[in-house]
């Protein structure tokens, strides 16, 4: 990649850089609004942002307010949801090739971290695959939802 200089402090990088595209992904979500408005008002034209977006609805509308003014595009990181395999399982649902959804399962990495460090990395992209999108059509809204956690392991 050829990094010619790195930078402490997110500001000066965008004053000094004037990036196009901007990835804004601490894991604390309590800095995710000043970096995006920071990214928005500086110019860049894309923003991929880790999730959580942002803390709260007004903060969702706000940024969204801000980026549509700037014609900027945001992306929340939620890969899965487009994930090229969903409308083929779609279809194959739609015209009862495999039968009815009668549950879906999904699994975390089950690693040192587990229980709710599990849910909060993963948990969110687990549940966006089992809910209706554009790319994934499930023929109807789940009639319920339950969560289990292994237990921590002993290290």
């Known amino acids: 990649m050829k990094v010619e200089k790195g930078f402490a402090d997110y500001r000066k990088m965008l004053a000094e850089m004037n990036p196009d595209v901007v990835a804004v992904s601490p894991r604390h979500v309590d800095e995710h609004r000043d970096m995006i408005m920071a990214a928005i008002d500086a110019g860049a034209r894309g923003i991929y942002v880790e999730k959580p977006f942002c803390r709260t609805p007004a903060e969702a509308d706000e940024l969204i307010a801000a980026a549509d003014r700037r014609k900027v595009k945001i992306a929340v990181a939620h890969r899965n949801r487009y994930f090229p395999t969903l409308p083929v399982v779609a279809k194959l649902i739609e015209e009862d090739a495999i039968g009815r959804v009668l549950e ?7 690693d040192q971290r587990g229980g709710s460090q599990d849910l909060w990395v993963l ?14 059509r499930w023929p109807a809204p789940a009639s319920s ?5 292994p237990r921590r392991r002993p290290m």
Do not use: D, F, Q, Y
């Open 104 to 110: 879906i399962r999904a699994r975390g990495k089950e």
């Open 123 to 136: 948990g969110s992209h687990m549940l966006n695959v089992a809910t209706p999108s554009p790319a994934n």
């Open 145 to 149: 939802c339950r969560m289990a956690t």
